[in-house]
């Protein structure tokens, strides 16, 4: 981990205000074999902070990419129905509006397994997927997704570049956030992008995470959490123009950031910026309260669910999701309060949860365990889940939704926000 001097990773200023401390953690995505729960599992401080000269909130602490993406990740995008139907619209679109066609690239950045880019493969559009992660890049290279396993920097855009190989779209989602050398990775979407092209990007929006309360969110893969005042000046460093921007309710609320080499910009980017500057999300005052909001969720879910025990019931979790693990690490939820963990990614099944030590099982353990109450770590997909968990629901199970107020939600009530 590194953590030398702190300094603002887009603009460099040092003078940043610390916000949130979320204790030491383990990482949120190293799920733990049988073998490996008698070894000592390492804890990294979570330290949130905010820059007053650019507006862009980070951790302070830096896990290297290594270690937290290539050995043996366990995140796979293409388990969620609903950012299954999320990337195909947003791929349709691309086509239509850019006219895209044979002689075109899509290259996706973090193209994990190819979830996203198979969309263009089926319309025969040429594509390109860069990801780290071993395992995700080589189901979408089989999935017929041609794919490199590595990191994107600049350096790596210009090796592309120099092979013939620009991209009239380049798709960032759920990207930017991770990468430690922020300005290098932008830089390298500006040599890698063709003059008339557009990089499409989505990102947590950190309005929503402040507004909902969502510190789960705040993980060490999650290195910066940003407002689209601190994205466009990062984009503006690097002579690239953010021309488009739109709020969509994927992952708790996220930006879908449309940037060019030109600037032909949308009233939509104006219109955030001014929500923004009136919600004072660019000033100290904004995240002034948040630290202590988050640890009243912390103590009223901890009552409810010990209230709960204490009433005899069983209770289990679903979603072994990175945000689950800060959740129930900064919480202190264990095996006393929780039994198992369902997901469906095989890929986590059989694993435990970080620190908690949880086990991680098949989704149909909730119907075959039926425990009384199932803590929604992945409250993000609240809808998809509970539509999917109806025989649960009839057999008398209860869903509990952790942020922004824990509280149990009853089956009529299908929408979450
Ligand atoms: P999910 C991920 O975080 C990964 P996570 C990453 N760190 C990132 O940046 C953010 O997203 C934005 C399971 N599931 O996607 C799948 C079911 O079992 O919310 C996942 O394990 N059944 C790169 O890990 C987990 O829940 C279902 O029906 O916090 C959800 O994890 C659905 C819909 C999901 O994000």
Same mark, same amino acid.
């Given at each position: 981990?590194?953590?030398?001097?702190?300094?603002?990773?887009?603009?460099?200023?040092?003078?940043?205000?610390?916000?949130?401390?979320?204790?030491?953690?383990?990482?949120?995505?190293?799920?733990?074999?049988?073998?490996?729960?008698?070894?000592? $599992?390492?804890?990294?401080?979570?330290?949130?902070?905010?820059?007053?000269?650019?507006g862009?909130?980070?951790?302070?602490?830096?896990?290297?990419?290594?270690?937290?993406?290539? $050995?043996?990740?366990?995140?796979?995008?293409?388990?969620?129905?609903?950012?299954?139907?999320?990337?195909?619209?947003n791929? $349709?679109e691309l086509?239509e509006q850019h006219?895209?066609?044979?002689?075109?690239?899509?290259?996706?950045?973090?193209?994990?397994?190819?979830?996203?880019?198979?969309?263009?493969?089926?319309?025969?559009?040429?594509?390109?997927?860069?990801?780290?992660?071993?395992?995700?890049?080589?189901?979408?290279?089989?999935?017929?997704?041609?794919?490199?396993?590595?990191?994107?920097?600049?350096?790596?855009?210009?090796?592309?570049?120099?092979?013939?190989?620009?991209?009239?779209?380049?798709?960032?989602?759920?990207?930017?956030?991770?990468?430690?050398?922020?300005?290098?990775?932008?830089?390298?979407?500006?040599?890698?992008?063709?003059?008339d092209?557009v990089a499409v990007i989505e990102v947590?929006y950190l309005k929503d995470?402040?507004?909902?309360?969502?510190?789960?969110?705040?993980?060490?893969?999650?290195?910066?959490?940003f407002s689209v005042t601190a994205l466009r000046s990062l984009f503006a460093?690097?002579?690239l123009s953010l021309n488009d921007v739109r709020r969509l309710p994927?992952?708790?609320g996220s930006l879908r950031l449309y940037v060019g080499h030109k600037a032909k910009v949308s009233p939509a980017v104006e219109v955030l910026l001014d929500e923004e500057r009136a919600a004072g999300v660019n000033?100290?005052?904004?995240?002034?309260?948040?630290?202590?909001?988050?640890?009243?969720?912390?103590?009223?879910?901890?009552?409810?669910?010990?209230?709960?025990?204490?009433?005899?019931?069983?209770?289990?979790?679903?979603?072994?999701?990175?945000?689950?693990?800060?959740?129930?690490?900064?919480?202190?939820?264990?095996?006393?309060?929780?039994?198992?963990?369902?997901?469906?990614?095989?890929?986590?099944?059989?694993?435990?949860?970080?620190?908690?030590?949880?086990?991680?099982?098949?989704?149909?353990?909730?119907?075959?365990?039926?425990?009384?109450?199932?803590?929604?770590?992945?409250?993000?997909?609240?809808?998809?889940?509970?539509?999917?968990?109806?025989?649960?629901?009839?057999?008398?199970?209860?869903?509990?939704?952790?942020?922004?107020?824990?509280?149990?939600?009853?089956?009529?009530?299908?929408?979450?926000?």
């Amino acid at each position: 981990m590194t953590h030398d001097t702190l300094a603002c990773r887009s603009c460099g200023d040092t003078n940043l205000a610390p916000v949130l401390f979320l204790g030491k953690t383990p990482l949120a995505d190293r799920l733990l074999t049988e073998s490996m729960l008698n070894e000592p $599992e390492p804890l990294f401080p979570l330290t949130l902070h905010f820059c007053a000269q650019c507006g862009l909130v980070q951790i302070a602490e830096c896990v290297a990419p290594e270690q937290l993406f290539c $050995e043996d990740y366990p995140y796979y995008s293409s388990f969620s129905a609903a950012l299954l139907k999320h990337s195909r619209d947003n791929v $349709e679109e691309l086509i239509e509006q850019h006219h895209l066609n044979e002689k075109s690239l899509a290259v996706e950045l973090a193209s994990n397994d190819g979830y996203l880019l198979k969309n263009f493969v089926e319309r025969g559009i040429p594509v390109l997927g860069i990801d780290p992660a071993e395992g995700p890049a080589q189901a979408a290279r089989d999935a017929g997704v041609e794919t490199l396993c590595t990191f994107f920097t600049e350096a790596f855009a210009t090796e592309l570049v120099a092979q013939g190989r620009q991209a009239d779209v380049i798709i960032g989602n759920n990207v930017l956030a991770h990468v430690p050398d922020l300005n290098g990775f932008v830089a390298g979407i500006r040599i890698l992008l063709k003059e008339d092209g557009v990089a499409v990007i989505e990102v947590p929006y950190l309005k929503d995470l402040i507004d909902h309360c969502e510190f789960d969110t705040i993980y060490h893969e999650h290195l910066c959490y940003f407002s689209v005042t601190a994205l466009r000046s990062l984009f503006a460093r690097h002579d690239l123009s953010l021309n488009d921007v739109r709020r969509l309710p994927i992952h708790g609320g996220s930006l879908r950031l449309y940037v060019g080499h030109k600037a032909k910009v949308s009233p939509a980017v104006e219109v955030l910026l001014d929500e923004e500057r009136a919600a004072g999300v660019n000033e100290l005052r904004f995240y002034e309260d948040f630290a202590h909001r988050v640890e009243r969720i912390g103590e009223s879910l901890l009552e409810l669910l010990m209230g709960l025990k204490a009433e005899g019931k069983r209770i289990a979790a679903y979603g072994a999701a990175a945000k689950g693990a800060t959740l129930i690490n900064y919480v202190g939820i264990g095996t006393g309060l929780i039994d198992f963990v369902v997901d469906r990614n095989t890929h986590k099944q059989g694993r435990f949860m970080p620190g908690q030590h949880i086990p991680i099982l098949p989704c149909e353990a909730l119907v075959s365990e039926r425990p009384d109450y199932c803590l929604l770590l992945a409250w993000n997909f609240a809808d998809e889940i509970m539509n999917q968990q109806a025989e649960y629901l009839d057999g008398g199970g209860r869903f509990i939704v952790p942020v922004p107020t824990p509280r149990i939600i009853h089956p009529s009530v299908a929408k979450v926000d």
